[in-house]
């Protein structure tokens, strides 16, 4: 890195990213990351290498260099990652590290730099039966557009958020406060979103989310539909109808498939909805936070009258269902075919808590998505393009942060990674804005020439451990990032 010191000779300049900071002796620049110390611009959180000897829930070394003994180690148990490693800006010069290692017999290089996103975002997962938005909906941050709800998967809701757009297509609050939103989920750090038309819901990698203030517990088991198969024998004999009350696919056993295979009568029920396929129902209320994601808190509003002519009959008994067993009522029949509330018998309680043990925790999923663009690449090597098709190829493998990442296929580099396999804090930011996430690039060191990388840059990992970086000595060792942070259960 080049420092220039200002007019006064007090503050150096910091060339890391475009902002350029003037930094004051003993202060870090506007990102947090780069300080002034000792008239040295230096990076200010500590390399992390992860060691695989490291058993989960065994000893957290906070530093190699303080307790490295110098001995040469095995370099397949030593994994060296970007975080505290720095950044190629302004990309013409070689990554910060470029390693060499054996492992197995083989010689490996890795490159790791901290790269600077402007082109990224998280995908988000929020296990809930709860409606949150309707798909398109823009979703806010302090007021802020940061992203949009997309297409709802089975039993979670999907958030799209960041992308270069709101990031620098918008107003300077925008971008500050998506790149902000994007930073703290990534970090594995609460953050409370608002989507137009629908809910507020605070996101946590890794915890469960809290919807309009109420905490969640739950995902479905499976729609209505699939809740009647994976249950109809439980309830047959003991009731005469059930009907699982599902936003999506609400389903009722007497006319199932899995009711007509064992049998089960005809009961003359109506339901108020589109009906697919026998025993399936389509848009039976609107979406929500009631029974089974619907809007609705009385699950009598989604039946019809009932037909005598086909079954119905005064004491016919009816179980009614959600789709995580959250919600339950018992009715009986009378004289005039109105269901009765009563309490549900003894019997029928273990179906019940069947439905709900089979339901996973309620958790959110933040998912890093980033694009590599040419001036990342050329800091691995000196024809950029060369790198992308070996990616491509998967011959270069890419981590992030020691965190194995999803490699998109098509054009370019854009990778996916689960943040909670990453180190905490792993991720930082730069005003202009963007984000900055650490990146690895492992491959063979034959390979390596063919990319026509920076070989002369490359140093064995015993000297890395030994002479530190361009900013510092200080190493931080943990565990495998795959045993690093269990989500919540509960």
């Given at each position: 890195?080049?420092?220039?010191?200002?007019?006064?000779?007090?503050?150096?300049?910091?060339?890391?990213?475009p902002?350029?900071?003037?930094?004051a002796?003993g202060?870090?620049?506007?990102?947090?990351?780069?300080?002034?110390?000792?008239?040295?611009?230096?990076?200010?959180?500590?390399?992390?290498?992860?060691?695989?000897?490291?058993?989960?829930?065994?000893?957290?070394?906070?530093?190699?260099?303080?307790?490295?003994?110098?001995s040469?180690i095995?370099?397949?148990d030593?994994?060296?990652?970007?975080?505290?490693?720095g950044?190629?800006?302004?990309?013409?010069?070689?990554?910060?590290?470029?390693?060499?290692?054996?492992?197995?017999?083989?010689?490996?290089?890795?490159?790791?730099?901290?790269?600077?996103?402007?082109?990224?975002?998280?995908?988000?997962?929020?296990?809930?039966?709860?409606h949150?938005?309707?798909?398109?909906?823009?979703?806010?941050?302090?007021?802020?557009?940061?992203?949009l709800?997309?297409?709802?998967?089975?039993?979670?809701?999907?958030?799209s958020?960041g992308g270069?757009?709101?990031?620098?297509?918008?107003?300077k609050?925008?971008?500050?406060?998506t790149?902000?939103?994007?930073m703290?989920?990534?970090?594995?750090?609460?953050v409370?979103?608002?989507?137009?038309?629908?809910?507020?819901v605070?996101?946590?990698a890794?915890?469960?989310?809290?919807?309009?203030?109420?905490?969640?517990?739950?995902?479905?088991?499976?729609?209505?539909?699939?809740?009647?198969?994976?249950?109809?024998?439980?309830?047959?004999?003991?009731v005469?109808?059930?009907?699982?009350?599902?936003?999506?696919?609400?389903?009722?056993?007497?006319?199932?498939?899995?009711?007509?295979?064992?049998?089960?009568?005809?009961?003359?029920?109506?339901?108020?909805?589109?009906?697919?396929?026998p025993?399936?129902?389509?848009?039976?209320?609107d979406?929500?936070?009631?029974w089974?994601?619907?809007?609705?808190?009385?699950?009598?509003?989604?039946?019809?009258?009932?037909n005598?002519?086909?079954?119905?009959r005064?004491?016919?008994?009816?179980?009614?269902v959600?789709?995580t067993?959250?919600?339950?009522a018992?009715?009986?029949?009378?004289?005039?075919?109105?269901?009765?509330?009563?309490?549900?018998?003894?019997?029928?309680?273990?179906?019940?808590?069947?439905i709900?043990?089979?339901?996973?925790?309620s958790?959110?999923?933040?998912?890093f998505?980033?694009?590599?663009?040419g001036?990342?690449?050329?800091?691995?090597?000196?024809?950029?393009?060369?790198?992308?098709?070996?990616?491509?190829?998967?011959?270069?493998?890419?981590?992030?942060?020691g965190?194995?990442?999803?490699?998109?296929?098509?054009?370019g580099?854009?990778?996916?990674?689960d943040?909670?396999?990453?180190?905490?804090?792993?991720?930082?930011?730069?005003?202009?804005p963007?984000?900055v996430?650490?990146?690895?690039?492992?491959?063979?060191?034959?390979?390596?020439?063919?990319l026509?990388?920076?070989v002369?840059?490359?140093?064995?990992?015993?000297?890395i451990?030994?002479?530190?970086g361009?900013?510092?000595a200080?190493?931080?060792?943990?565990?495998?990032?795959?045993?690093?942070?269990?989500p919540?259960?509960?």
């Open positions: 890195m080049s420092v220039t010191a200002d007019a006064k000779g007090e503050k150096l300049r910091c060339d890391a990213c902002v350029m900071c003037y930094v002796p202060r870090t620049g506007a990102c947090d990351r780069y300080a002034n110390d000792g008239e040295r611009i230096i990076r200010c959180d500590p390399l992390t290498i992860f060691d695989n000897r490291i058993a989960s829930g065994g000893p957290i070394k906070p530093f190699v260099k303080s307790q490295w003994d110098g040469l095995d370099d397949g030593m994994q060296v990652t970007a975080v505290g490693s950044t190629t800006y302004p990309d013409y010069k070689p990554a910060p590290f470029i390693v060499s290692r054996a492992v197995d017999g083989v010689d490996f290089i890795t490159v790791v730099s901290e790269a600077i996103f402007s082109y990224c975002g998280v995908k988000i997962k929020i296990d809930t039966d709860r949150l938005g309707r798909e398109g909906a823009i979703v806010r941050c302090e007021g802020e557009a940061v992203g709800v997309i297409t709802s998967e089975y039993g979670s809701q999907m958030l958020l270069v757009d709101h990031l620098t297509g918008g107003s609050s925008e971008g500050r406060i790149c902000k939103a994007l703290d989920l990534c970090n594995k750090l609460p409370e979103l608002v989507i137009d038309g629908g809910s507020k605070v996101v946590q890794g915890k469960a989310p809290i919807v309009d203030d109420k905490k969640e517990h739950r995902m479905r088991v499976g729609c209505g539909s699939a809740t009647i198969g994976m249950f109809a024998s439980q309830w047959h004999g003991l005469d109808e059930v009907v699982v009350v599902d936003d999506h696919i609400t389903g009722v056993v007497s006319e199932h498939q899995a009711g007509k295979v064992l049998g089960w009568p005809d009961t003359g029920i109506k339901i108020r909805g589109r009906r697919s396929t025993g399936r129902y389509f848009q039976v209320a979406p929500g936070l009631g089974g994601g619907t809007n609705i808190e009385d699950p009598l509003l989604i039946l019809g009258p009932w005598a002519k086909k079954g119905a005064p004491g016919l008994t009816l179980l009614m959600s789709t067993g959250e919600q339950y018992y009715y009986i029949l009378d004289d005039d075919l109105v269901p009765r509330a009563h309490p549900v018998p003894q019997s029928l309680r273990p179906s019940v808590q069947l709900a043990e089979n339901c996973e925790p958790l959110c999923t933040v998912l998505v980033g694009g590599a663009g001036s990342l690449r050329s800091g691995v090597t000196k024809n950029p393009v060369r790198l992308t098709q070996s990616v491509q190829s998967l011959t270069t493998s890419i981590t992030c942060g965190a194995p990442a999803y490699v998109w296929p098509g054009g580099i854009t990778i996916m990674v943040v909670m396999r990453t180190p905490d804090n792993s991720f930082g930011y730069v005003p202009t963007a984000i996430a650490p990146i690895e690039f492992t491959v063979t060191q034959e390979e390596y020439q063919t026509g990388g920076h002369a840059a490359a140093r064995p990992l015993h000297n451990l030994m002479d530190g361009e900013y510092g200080d190493f931080r060792t943990i565990a495998n990032p795959s045993t690093l942070t269990a919540e259960q509960d």
